[in-house]
Every structure is written in structure tokens, then in C-alpha cells.
């Protein structure tokens, strides 16, 4: 009745598939290996707590007063001083625009670059967040299949040469969903594929800080693509995702523009928000503080890959991730996952169905384990549960 | 160079010209009329700290944690609960969802509502935020000129035969920029002649907890529109902008929607701001402390009105506001307001040339003063410097 007055674009936006199966999830007796949530270990909440209380006696009035669109100069220095550390790049805080999670960032690059009917590279399977948010301004999603070792090459010439990208989407490092990492090899056959066309390449990394398993930091695909490179970072998975604050780092004439879209979006962050992740930041040891993290998603993603190993059958196929949250589980040829949803809530665990993470959701025998919020006894439980399941199907 | 890869939309959105003008009263010698800051009085700081140290020992890690789209429940049943109270609504919480900020429910709005091409009915002059936030989704603006009492019934009648506009935005209260009141007889003229319309009423009411002079509320247009009325409010006026906390009421199949809208803009608002508002609302008395600003703001308005009838030419005209936070000041025909500018940055005083408040600027003879971060003295030394330069054009 009222649907009339909706526009087109939303109509074509899914609504997030996770969050009706949450619903679902909210029986405290169900093992859910649904949900996305970082585990409250990553929470520093007496450093927090301390921090808010300083702020508010060192700042007063700042911290509840309208603030500028771009975000906190201590805190954008504090990502652009991170990077140069890490990473050597050759940024100021000229190149950093702070944003309402990274959410909002994919919507404000959507707002900027997306013309109805552009072509816009994912990986298959890609994450849901930005199949929505890109979705809302018209964008022809074209793929690349991602293989253990990453992209595949070929599938991504051929998408290339098909449909021309105007911009491409992906996460390098311990994939929402997959886990899985692109090695070092990959990178660079990516970047001698792309680095001549005429497409911009947004980098998503919010597990990047998260790799628990040995090896270095992999850089990101062609770090010295110039102007044409687009990075995204968060807190939320390293000290609050409450907060929504994320950032975007690119070339200062795309930044400008993202502060006009951001301006139209929201004005700007919370900026109590700021000055507290801020003050939390400048005073406390980060690297100290996500090793803890690391330790515990370590001991659960080991726990979860045993089990998968010791319960579930030969012919099913899943990721080692040696970072992030997730693992990905791919069942024999044929099985819908959609009827081992069914059987898994019976045996009371949840997970979610690949569907969401797919363009085009055909036949689909994937799904996504969170690892994160559960301990090792009651993951090895809940596989064991699932393994019953899918003997089921 | 980079340009090529913006968007159509992005390319026609006007950034903030406020925002540039801001950069020039940076200088503490000019006394600035130009912001849209609410004085720091209105941040209960003391309160905040005991809620913020409150939610901290209550919630733990809930107040850092990822959260639903909606918004936190007890912040929506306040909101339920007040306009209950006031309007005697029937609503519930499922009729609203918090925004990050006002400026976020526009967006949404433009997001569900407006399709590329799609009329757009605003007051003439409109707030600013609302022209930048519908034109990225290609809003064709139309308007109805503003009278001291309101809507011009005649231009509004005129526009809606020509135009047929899908949605109306309107201030009621206290308008930005003019700080006009619909009166009540005005409200049911306006709705006697858009009842029957097929058209959307957005009603964004910022302002309205902050009548300083005697008189009541003044209902809603239309309260009886049922599914085509939206209403939208904010804390940012009455606790504090900076968490940037607003919400939107309207029918549900509407909020569903919006709902959508949000998780791929911003997944949801940080959810810390919503736990210390809720707290702070629950556990004081917001008409006490609303009253401290009103008798604040009272002082400041009577100062700047009495100034500009002693010191501003009799040609000059302006208007008188009864609650908000701005006077609108219109200069003899012909003259024009960015020489005015000039001349007043000479004399150490800013303002906002009426410039961004039109669809289209042209021979602008206005300008925008706010009253609420000066004091009385500095407001009456601001505005004889302006009647100095307004003698000088």
C-alpha cells in the first residue's frame, strides 16, 4: 500500500539476510556460529573507562559540540603516523576522512564513484555489506571466483575484458566470508593484471591487524598504484565496533569529494566517540592489547578446524584461516545448504548460508562459521552437532 | 584529473558553504553570527559524566559491542513516551528508528523516497542540509515562498497544480534560516489544501523544544495525516550534537524500510551515545534543563532583536523569533549581500549570505544571524558593526 512510494534502488537493496537469522539465534540454547560479532575480549574497557573520564575533565564542552566532517585531527594523525610505521605510506591526514564505521564507507564510495549501471568487481563469494551498499546506487556486481591462494587470475582477465570495471571491491586478508588470505604471489599477479587499467581498486582491511597464525604482513595489491588506490581500515574489530568508526585513506582529491558526500550523509561522526578512541589510543600500547585478541581467536579457530577435521565427512571442504574470524565450509556437489540450516537448528546450532555473500545465489552448498564468540569446548560441541547434520542431508 | 570517476550526483551536490565560511571566523577578533552551534549550556556535562561512568559499571561490554539498526530500545521508549505525552501519538517503539544525527535521517529518507527526477516540495529559503542531502538522489526542488505566519497558502497551491510534488519538507518550528513559526491558523490552511494530495509531509523539528517566548506549542500539520506524515527530532539541540543522535517517526512499513536503508548506510548509530543519552534522559529532568537554555537563548534573541532595531537602517527588515537559534535579516531590494559580507568581514562581524537556503540564488538581499554563542554585549557590539557596513552598500 505504502510501497508506492518506495524508490527503485531500494527495492533492489536486500535486507540483511544475518539479521533475520540472528533473530533466530537469540535462543540462548543454540551454538551460533552466525553471528559476526568480535568477541568482548577486544574491548579494553577499564582503559576506556579512564579514558572517557580524562576526556571529559581535558576537553569539556569539545567533546558533545558539532565537530568538522573530516574527523579528529589527533585521531587521523594517529592512522596516518600507523601506516607510515607499517607500511611506509606516503600520506598526511589530508589523505584520511574518519567515517561512520566502515559501512558508511563503502556508502559514501558508492555516493562518489557509483553511476548507475557501473560495473563494479567483487570476489565470489564477497561480503554482504558491500553488496548492499553498492547496490543502492545501481552497481552491476561482475566477479572474480577467489581460490585458496586468492583471486583467480584468470577468471579476473576475463571479467576484466568483459565488462570493464570501474572500480573493483576486496579484502586481501582474512576475507568476510572465506578466511581466506591472498598470498604474496597472488598480489603481485593481481597487480600486473590490473595495474594498466583504468579501474580503482578498493582495498577492505579490518582483520588485517588480526593474524594470530605465524608469517608477516602481506602489503596490499600494488601499494604504489597511485591515486587509483583506495584503503579501508576500522576499530571495531580492534578496540569497539560500537563506536562506528572507521576510515578511509586515498588520494586527497577523492578525500574532498567523500567530505561533501559525508557532509549530505551525516555531518560527522560522534565525536565524543573521537576524542575517547583517541585518548585511548595515545595512551595505551595497541600492539600489546590486540595480541590478546589474537591469542584467543587462535586457541577458537584451532578449535574449530580440529573438530571439523575429527567430525565432519572427507567430502567436505573448508578454509584454514590464519587470521580473522571466519571459516568457510563448502559441502559435496548438490547439497542445498539452505536444508542443512534446517537440520543444524534442530540440533540446535546456527550458522549462515552462503547466500547472502553471492550475486547471483544459485545452488548454493556454502556457508560461514564465526569462530570468535564461543569457547573451544562449546565449538568442538557445535561441530560435532553440525557434522550430524550434514551426515543428514 | 581524478574527476572523471565521481558520479553525476556527487558533481551537482553543493558541499557546505557555511562550512567554508566557518574557516574565516576562525580568527577570535571576529565576532561570528555565522555558526549553527548550540551554546555549551545546553550539554549537561556533569550529568553526562555520572551516566557515561554509569553505563560503564551497568552495561559492560553491551556499550561497546555491535547493536541493531533501530536503535536501543529504552532510547526509542523514551522517545515514544514523550510524544505521548505532548501530542498524545499513537505510536510505538516499531513506528521509530534512531539516525545518526538529523542530517542521517535525510538521507534516508532521500534514499527510500526520492527517485532521480522526483519533486521535491521546500520552504523558500529551506535548510541547507535537507538541499544537499536530497540532491544526491536527483531531488527536482519546488517550493512555496515563507511568510512571517508561515507557508504561502497562494505559492504552496501553485506549486503543488504545477508540480505535484512526492514529499514535502518543512520546519514548522522555529525555522533554519529564518526562524519563522508557522502560526496555527497557517497550519490548517496548509493542511486543508494538501490533505487530499498524494504527497508525502516531512515535518523536522529540531527546534521545537525551544520556545523562549510566552505561547504554546503548536500542533503538527496534519497530525491526522496518518501514513504520509514523518516526523523527524533530534537531541542535538536540547543534550548534545556531537553524539549525533536523532530519530525518525513514521508508519512502519516506512521504518522497515529505512531500516534497510541504514544497515548499508551505517549498520547503526554508535550505540555508546544511545546507552548515555537513555541513561541521562532517564535519570534527569530534561524540561529543567531545557528551561536553562530557553532563558539563555531569550537573553541572546531579545539582545540581537533590540540591537537591530536601534542600529540597523529602517529599511532594513528582520524577523522576530519566539524559540531556536536564528534571526533572518532582509536588506533593501537590489542590494547585494555577499558585498555586505565583505564590508561586515572589514568590520570584524560574519554572517551567512543567504545564498545555500535557495534552489536558486539569485540577487540575494539576506542573510542568516545566530544568536546563541555570543553574549549579550558582544551580540549588540556585532550588530552595530553590521549596521555600519549595511550603510556603506
Known amino acids: 500500500m505504502f510501497e508506492k512510494y518506495f524508490t527503485e534502488r531500494i527495492k533492489k537493496t536486500p535486507s540483511s539476510f544475518i539479521r533475520e537469522i540472528l533473530k533466530v539465534t537469540q535462543n540462548p540454547e543454540i551454538i551460533s556460529f552466525a553471528g559476526g560479532l568480535p568477541n568482548p575480549i577486544s574491548f579494553p574497557q577499564e582503559e576506556l573507562?579512564?579514558?572517557?573520564?580524562?576526556?571529559?575533565?581535558?576537553?569539556?564542552?569539545?567533546?558533545y559540540q558539532y565537530s568538522t566532517t573530516m574527523g579528529l585531527d589527533s585521531l587521523r594523525?594517529?592512522?596516518?603516523?600507523?601506516?607510515?610505521?607499517?607500511?611506509?605510506?606516503?600520506?598526511?591526514?589530508?589523505?584520511v576522512i574518519i567515517t561512520t564505521g566502515s559501512q558508511q564507507a563503502l556508502d559514501l564510495i558508492g555516493k562518489v564513484i557509483v553511476n548507475e549501471g557501473d560495473s563494479v568487481l567483487v570476489e565470489k563469494p564477497s561480503y554482504l555489506g558491500l553488496l548492499q551498499a553498492f547496490c543502492v546506487y545501481g552497481a552491476n556486481y561482475v566477479t572474480a571466483k577467489l581460490n585458496d591462494d586468492g583471486l583467480d587470475i584468470e577468471d579476473l582477465k576475463n571479467t576484466l575484458k568483459t565488462y570493464k570495471p570501474k572500480i573493483?571491491?576486496?579484502?586481501?586478508?582474512?576475507?568476510?566470508?572465506?578466511?581466506?588470505?591472498?598470498?604474496?604471489?597472488?598480489?603481485?599477479?593481481?597487480?600486473?593484471?590490473?595495474?594498466?587499467?583504468?579501474?580503482?581498486?578498493?582495498q577492505d582491511d579490518p582483520y588485517g591487524e588480526l593474524r594470530f597464525?605465524?608469517?608477516?604482513?602481506?602489503?596490499?595489491?600494488?601499494?604504489?598504484?597511485?591515486?587509483?588506490?583506495?584503503?579501508?581500515?576500522?576499530?571495531?574489530?580492534?578496540?569497539?565496533?560500537?563506536?562506528?568508526l572507521g576510515y578511509?585513506?586515498?588520494?586527497?582529491?577523492?578525500?574532498?569529494?567523500?567530505?561533501?558526500?559525508?557532509?549530505?550523509?551525516?555531518?560527522?561522526?560522534?565525536?565524543?566517540?573521537?576524542?575517547l578512541i583517541s585518548d585511548y589510543l595515545h595512551n595505551n600500547d595497541l600492539d600489546k592489547h590486540i595480541e590478546k585478541i589474537k591469542h584467543l581467536y587462535k586457541t577458537q579457530a584451532n578449535a574449530m578446524v580440529s573438530a571439523m577435521e575429527e567430525?565432519?565427512?572427507?567430502n567436505v571442504k573448508f578454509t584454514r584461516p590464519k587470521g580473522g574470524m571466519f571459516t568457510w565450509v563448502t559441502l559435496e556437489e548438490g547439497k542445498d545448504v539452505m536444508k542443512l540450516f534446517d537440520e543444524a537448528i534442530k540440533r540446535k546450532v546456527a550458522f549462515v548460508p552462503g547466500h547472502p555473500f553471492y550475486v547471483n545465489p544459485l545452488n548454493v552448498n556454502t556457508l560461514r562459521l564465526n569462530y570468535t564468540n564461543a569457547d573451544s569446548s562449546t565449538i568442538r560441541t557445535g561441530i560435532e552437532h553440525l557434522a550430524d547434520a550434514i551426515k543428514q542431508l
Open 49 to 63: 573507562k579512564i579514558s572517557m573520564n580524562r576526556i571529559a575533565d581535558k576537553y569539556g564542552a569539545k567533546i
Open 77 to 95: 594523525q594517529f592512522i596516518v603516523d600507523r601506516y607510515k610505521k607499517i607500511w611506509n605510506m606516503d600520506i598526511t591526514v589530508d589523505n
Open 168 to 202: 573493483a571491491y576486496l579484502i586481501p586478508n582474512f576475507q568476510n566470508p572465506t578466511g581466506i588470505t591472498y598470498t604474496l604471489e597472488n598480489r603481485k599477479k593481481i597487480f600486473d593484471v590490473i595495474k594498466d587499467e583504468d579501474m580503482l581498486l578498493v
Open 213 to 244: 597464525e605465524e608469517g608477516e604482513r602481506i602489503p596490499y595489491i600494488g601499494m604504489n598504484l597511485s591515486e587509483k588506490n583506495i584503503y579501508l581500515g576500522s576499530f571495531s574489530k580492534i578496540v569497539t565496533p560500537g563506536m562506528r
Open 248 to 275: 578511509i585513506i586515498a588520494n586527497k582529491e577523492l578525500i574532498k569529494m567523500l567530505e561533501t558526500a559525508k557532509q549530505a550523509a551525516d555531518l560527522h561522526s560522534n565525536i565524543f566517540g573521537q576524542y
Open 311 to 314: 567430525y565432519f565427512p572427507s
